[in-house]
């Protein structure tokens, strides 16, 4: 019996269970915030119409059965669960269940499929056979509670007012290869900005969660010289919170800020690669529409050009003959009118 996947029934839950402990979340601020809980994502993606997630299970005989999960909002997808981990999952299998992740990701109308990975595990081989490329690469520093009070805070908390102001700041921070592939920031969400001079040039988005706190943080390249003012503000604003451990994500594209990291107290948690695998590319062809037409004004045929139309149509005739010219008498003179013309 060859190779078997498909969606995930009530069937699996008891098998999907087991393999909770097993496997790997490849979404970061998920696994480093709160409990991933594959079983309550799966039986959500089974029970629930129009859910976020969906889970696929992949049988075949004499070996223990895979699972993948699926995370979309939008045109992205998130590649959140894989079990089992660790180089226990057979390559075919691991590949064909990728496959029928982007599958269903493109029905959901993603456009892209993202995977975060330490670049030393098997994932991530199994990523890039599936299709899967480098699109940056990620630093997440740690600190452990409890959180050391910094500096006067020189935050504040964003507003609704701020969502245009973050907006461009992660238009000129974020390169355009990553900004095609990752969602920006939403319009609104929680997080601090820092401002100088009446401009932003500083947003943390922070996600929480029970078991620690993320912060993602967008930083102008003129801030290089207040990035202390910036993190010790954050940690002044963050001691005030219950003693779980913080993190602090740092993209290859803004590794300056990693030393004030580290003057902080923070440590280097782990290395990955942001991943993705395209599932739609632009198309450049002609949108062929209807134009609407004006309707066109009644046009009134006078008398003389019927005449010069009926002239060249007798003279187009094959019995046609031109007229003979008029007598010499009837000739007209210089300045006057023909004589039939003086007749009338």
């Keep these: 019996m060859p190779l078997k996947i498909r969606a995930l029934d ?184 820092f401002t100088r001079g009446g401009e932003l040039q500083a947003f943390l988005q922070v996600g929480r969660g029970t078991r620690g706190c993320f912060v993602q943080p967008f930083l102008h390249p003129e801030v290089q010289d207040a990035i202390s003012v910036v993190v010790g503000g954050f940690l002044q604003l963050e001691a005030h919170q219950p003693g779980n451990p913080l993190y602090w994500c740092v993209r290859s594209y803004q590794q300056w800020m990693r030393h004030a990291l580290l003057d902080f107290g923070f440590t280097l948690y782990g290395q990955q690669a942001v991943m993705v695998k395209r599932l739609a590319v632009p198309v450049r062809r002609a949108l062929l529409d209807r134009l609407a037409v004006l309707p066109a004004p009644e046009i009134k045929v006078t008398a003389r050009i019927a005449e010069y139309a009926r002239a060249d149509w007798r003279q187009a005739q094959p019995d046609y003959a031109p007229r003979p010219r008029p007598p010499a008498e009837f000739a007209p003179g210089a300045g006057t009118l023909p004589a039939w013309e003086r007749l009338n």
């Design 10 to 193: 009530w069937r699996d839950l008891a098998a999907l269970r087991r393999m909770s402990l097993q496997g790997i979340c490849l979404h970061t601020e998920a696994a480093l915030t709160r409990d991933t809980h594959p079983l309550t994502v799966g039986i959500a993606g089974y029970m629930i119409v129009g859910s976020s997630a969906a889970t696929f299970v992949a049988r075949e005989p004499g070996a223990q059965p895979a699972f993948a999960q699926l995370r979309s909002s939008g045109t992205y997808a998130r590649v959140h669960f894989l079990a089992p981990a660790s180089g226990q999952l057979p390559p075919h299998t691991g590949s064909a269940l990728l496959e029928e992740l982007a599958a269903e990701a493109g029905r959901r109308g993603a456009q892209n499929l993202i995977a975060e990975v330490d670049e030393h595990t098997a994932e991530f081989e199994m990523l890039r056979r599936s299709g899967f490329s480098i699109y940056a690469r990620q630093e997440i520093y740690q600190l452990q509670p409890p959180v050391p009070p910094g500096p006067s805070s020189a935050l504040r908390k964003r507003t609704a007012a701020d969502g245009l102001a973050v907006l461009a700041l992660y238009d000129n921070v974020v390169p355009r290869l990553v900004q095609q592939v990752e969602p920006a920031p939403p319009v609104k969400g929680n997080g601090y900005v």
